[in-house]
């Protein structure tokens, strides 16, 4: 099977199922953090099929998305079987999407530089000004505030608080986004980290003077 049509089909696919996705992972988010990924993976000189097929399918099996997991990575599985992909690579990618989801904080260093790159490019799409959209419109589909003053930043926290503690958008920037620049892994993605960090550091001065009505 030719490449680019798996990959192209890969796209199709994934497009249908996120359409009217509403938790954040919907398809142009997946699209963003595709085509970062491809660019990365140029500039890193990465193995582009591996890093955009993983890229595209990063999201079908979070727990976030799916009610079973194990049944979301066998459905992933069997549609890179079909369209061709073997199984060697099969195996890369799987593994990529089950290792790179940034989960409460873990921070273990991925193995493959593909790995790496998939990771990077998913957290560059939590930060910067489409970071920020992102964030509000997640603490607003929970039912958060824009900034709850009474609330403290939790500093170690386990998954299901992570989840599910009470928090607001702007607590969100200190207990993940602005932690986001130094987890990059590639330089690649580090050098764009550093303006969309410093873009979020502007924001959160700009939100505080406003919030204080000065
Ligand atoms: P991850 O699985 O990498 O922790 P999610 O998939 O939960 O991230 O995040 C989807 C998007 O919603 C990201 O941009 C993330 O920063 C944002 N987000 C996640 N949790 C919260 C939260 N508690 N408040 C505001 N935004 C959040
Ligand atoms: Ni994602």
């Not at 049944?71 to 990529?96: C, F, H, N, P, Q």
């Not at 999407?97 to 273990?108: F, L, M």
């Not at 503690?165 to 986001?180: C, D």
Request: charged share 35%.
């Amino acid at each position: 099977m030719n490449k680019e049509v798996i990959v192209a089909d890969t796209k199709e696919m994934v497009r249908t199922k996120l359409k009217n996705e509403g938790t954040g992972h919907d398809w142009y988010h997946i699209e963003r953090v595709w085509k970062t990924a491809s660019k990365l993976a140029e500039k890193e000189q990465a193995n582009s099929y591996i890093v955009e097929l993983a890229a595209l399918l990063h999201d079908l099996i979070d727990d976030k998305l799916v009610t079973s997991k194990d049944k979301a990575i066998e459905e992933v599985e069997y549609w890179l079987e079909g369209a061709g992909v073997s199984s060697k690579d099969t195996e890369r990618i799987m593994d990529i999407i089950q290792t790179i989801s940034y989960k409460g904080g873990n921070g273990r260093r991925l193995a493959s530089l593909e790995a790496q790159i998939v990771q990077d490019a998913d957290r560059l799409d939590a930060i910067g000004a489409i970071g920020i959209a992102r964030c509000f419109a997640y603490a607003g589909s929970k039912g958060d505030l824009l900034f709850d003053p009474e609330l403290s930043v939790r500093d170690e926290m386990t998954e299901q608080e992570y989840r599910e503690g009470p928090s607001s958008a702007i607590h969100h920037f200190y207990e993940k986004l602005l932690k986001l620049k130094e987890l990059m892994n590639t330089e690649a993605a580090k050098e764009i980290a550093e303006e969309r960090h410093s873009f979020m550091e502007e924001y959160l001065m700009t939100f505080f003077e406003e919030w204080e009505a000065n």
